[in-house]
């Protein structure tokens, strides 16, 4: 950072700390008298103040001499939802930003230079830090071996449960155990939508892509188009679509970020996207890369955001890493983190949902690392529903069906906002029952052996 960046930063951040201490907003008078230690001339503080209030981090009332400045959303929250995912400050700016009314955000269009100015050999999204603590989350016992082995052994798990949470993602509403039974046996939600199944097995086909042919794929078209081919199979108004580069402008729903239109742009940028992608060494800082930029150039119809979460595990699982499954990463923090990529070209956000997402997957892949983790507080809070409900249903060797309607019935008993957590917390518990691990349940080896012939049926 140069000399007079550095210190505009520092004077910038004295401001908003001013701010803070004036509810009502405070006069260019009060800011100066108030914000201790910053050394400013009068006419500098009016520029940082209008820097602040173009970014939408300030807004005035009153006129001419009778200005106040007001700091928008002082109080911003260091964590969202029962999730408990940590913001950093940067972060939680940009979340205040983004969650403004969007007539007060203002329009941007497509910034070539924010892709441009990537320079693998010099730029890195992830510092050193946060690489090694990936590195350390995502480590296997075979990483020397093929690429594509880890996800070779994992591949039943890793297709239900990418396929969920990358389709929960997009707004899809069926639940675990209705993605397990659709994957694994065909069978159809009957109280769902055909495009809700269509998207969970288009998820299935092209995870089988992924990991079946990991000597042939890579950040190349061939891969990222049969990718985008795969996901969007049978759900685009223009069947030829897939797999094709995008032709027409698009917009982005509740968004004031209007995409690339002119297609010869989109073609270009999309190649020089692979190439700075291939350039990257650091296979975190290659996922990651992949879920900020493909989603920001928008080089398809539509079903971005899916292919850039699935090409952000091409890499992890080349080099036999655990996989990134998107476990239990929130809905709204996911869009939001996305927003300040496509209306600020802020990546802050979205690198933390990127980083809580990855140790949340890691731990979930790695049994032997489970117990280092933090303990579920949600599961925590339901521990005696969760082993009641689950004891119920192995003594009565419930099949799939009659198990879910045990669980929805019980979730309707509980709060509404902790019901879908709670479905999700018993039927990713089902799904992990095996013969070594069933005893904390209290039923017998018979009991368990029975349930588990009805529930392969």
């Given at each position: 950072?140069?000399?007079?960046?550095?210190?505009?930063?520092?004077?910038?951040?004295?401001?908003?700390?001013?701010?803070?201490?004036?509810?009502?907003?405070?006069?260019?008078?009060?800011?100066?008298?108030?914000?201790?230690?910053?050394?400013?001339?009068?006419?500098?503080?009016?520029?940082?103040?209008?820097?602040?209030?173009?970014?939408?981090?300030?807004?005035?009332?009153?006129?001419?001499?009778?200005?106040?400045?007001?700091?928008?959303?002082?109080?911003?929250?260091?964590?969202?939802?029962?999730?408990?995912?940590?913001?950093?400050?940067?972060?939680?700016?940009?979340?205040?930003?983004?969650?403004?009314?969007?007539?007060?955000?203002?329009?941007?269009?497509?910034?070539?230079?924010?892709?441009?100015?990537?320079?693998?050999?010099?730029?890195?999204?992830?510092?050193?830090?946060?690489?090694?603590?990936?590195?350390?989350?995502?480590?296997?016992?075979?990483?020397?071996?093929?690429?594509?082995?880890?996800?070779?052994?994992?591949?039943?798990?890793?297709?239900?449960?990418?396929?969920?949470?990358?389709?929960?993602?997009?707004?899809?509403?069926?639940?675990?155990?209705?993605?397990?039974?659709?994957?694994?046996?065909?069978?159809?939600?009957?109280?769902?939508?055909?495009?809700?199944?269509?998207?969970?097995?288009?998820?299935?086909?092209?995870?089988?892509?992924?990991?079946?042919?990991?000597?042939?794929?890579?950040?190349?078209?061939?891969?990222?188009?049969?990718?985008?081919?795969?996901?969007?199979?049978?759900?685009?108004?223009?069947?030829?679509?897939?797999?094709?580069?995008?032709?027409?402008?698009?917009?982005?729903?509740?968004?004031?970020?209007?995409?690339?239109?002119?297609?010869?742009?989109?073609?270009?940028?999309?190649?020089?996207?692979?190439?700075?992608?291939?350039?990257?060494?650091?296979?975190?800082?290659?996922?990651?890369?992949?879920?900020?930029?493909?989603?920001?150039?928008?080089?398809?119809?539509?079903?971005?955001?899916?292919?850039?979460?699935?090409?952000?595990?091409?890499?992890?699982?080349?080099?036999?890493?655990?996989?990134?499954?998107?476990?239990?990463?929130?809905?709204?923090?996911?869009?939001?983190?996305?927003?300040?990529?496509?209306?600020?070209?802020?990546?802050?956000?979205?690198?933390?949902?990127?980083?809580?997402?990855?140790?949340?997957?890691?731990?979930?892949?790695?049994?032997?690392?489970?117990?280092?983790?933090?303990?579920?507080?949600?599961?925590?809070?339901?521990?005696?529903?969760?082993?009641?409900?689950?004891?119920?249903?192995?003594?009565?060797?419930?099949?799939?069906?009659?198990?879910?309607?045990?669980?929805?019935?019980?979730?309707?008993?509980?709060?509404?906002?902790?019901?879908?957590?709670?479905?999700?917390?018993?039927e990713t518990e089902l799904l992990s029952l095996h013969p070594g691990n069933f005893a904390r349940y209290w039923v017998s080896?018979?009991?368990?052996?029975?349930?588990?012939?009805?529930?392969?049926?």
């Open positions: 950072m140069k000399k007079e960046d550095a210190q505009a930063h520092v004077q910038l951040e004295h401001i908003k700390s001013a701010l803070t201490k004036f509810k009502d907003g405070a006069s260019i008078e009060e800011i100066l008298a108030a914000a201790s230690g910053l050394q400013i001339e009068m006419r500098t503080l009016q520029r940082r103040l209008a820097l602040l209030q173009k970014k939408g981090i300030v807004r005035t009332s009153g006129k001419t001499r009778s200005t106040r400045y007001h700091l928008v959303f002082p109080d911003q929250p260091q964590q969202t939802n029962d999730t408990l995912i940590p913001l950093s400050p940067q972060a939680q700016e940009t979340r205040a930003l983004i969650m403004q009314p969007i007539a007060h955000r203002r329009p941007v269009s497509y910034n070539i230079d924010f892709l441009a100015s990537y320079q693998p050999q010099t730029n890195s999204y992830l510092t050193e830090i946060e690489k090694n603590k990936l590195a350390e989350l995502g480590k296997t016992t075979i990483q020397n071996q093929a690429a594509g082995t880890y996800a070779k052994e994992i591949l039943q798990r890793l297709l239900i449960d990418l396929s969920w949470n990358s389709s929960r993602l997009e707004g899809n509403t069926y639940s675990l155990l209705d993605t397990q039974r659709l994957i694994s046996q065909g069978e159809l939600a009957g109280n769902r939508s055909a495009a809700e199944a269509q998207m969970i097995l288009n998820h299935k086909d092209a995870i089988e892509f992924i990991v079946r042919s990991a000597d042939e794929t890579g950040f190349n078209r061939y891969t990222l188009t049969n990718l985008h081919a795969l996901l969007s199979n049978n759900l685009l108004a223009d069947p030829a679509a897939s797999g094709r580069m995008r032709t027409f402008g698009v917009g982005i729903t509740n968004s004031v970020y209007i995409p690339l239109s002119i297609p010869q742009q989109i073609e270009e940028l999309f190649d020089l996207m692979l190439t700075k992608a291939n350039e990257i060494e650091n296979p975190f800082e290659q996922a990651f890369f992949i879920m900020v930029h493909l989603p920001y150039l928008q080089p398809f119809d539509d079903v971005n955001k899916r292919v850039s979460r699935l090409a952000a595990n091409i890499p992890l699982n080349k080099n036999n890493l655990a996989p990134l499954a998107f476990v239990d990463v929130p809905n709204d923090l996911y869009i939001q983190g996305m927003l300040g990529v496509y209306e600020l070209n802020r990546i802050d956000l979205l690198k933390d949902v990127f980083m809580w997402a990855y140790e949340r997957s890691a731990l979930r892949y790695a049994a032997l690392r489970q117990s280092l983790g933090e303990p579920d507080p949600f599961r925590l809070k339901y521990r005696d529903e969760i082993r009641t409900l689950i004891t119920t249903i192995l003594s009565q060797a419930m099949a799939q069906v009659e198990a879910g309607q045990a669980i929805e019935l019980k979730a309707n008993e509980l709060p509404q906002n902790d019901r879908s957590k709670f479905i999700e917390a018993v080896p018979a009991q368990f052996a029975k349930w588990q012939e009805a529930w392969k049926k």
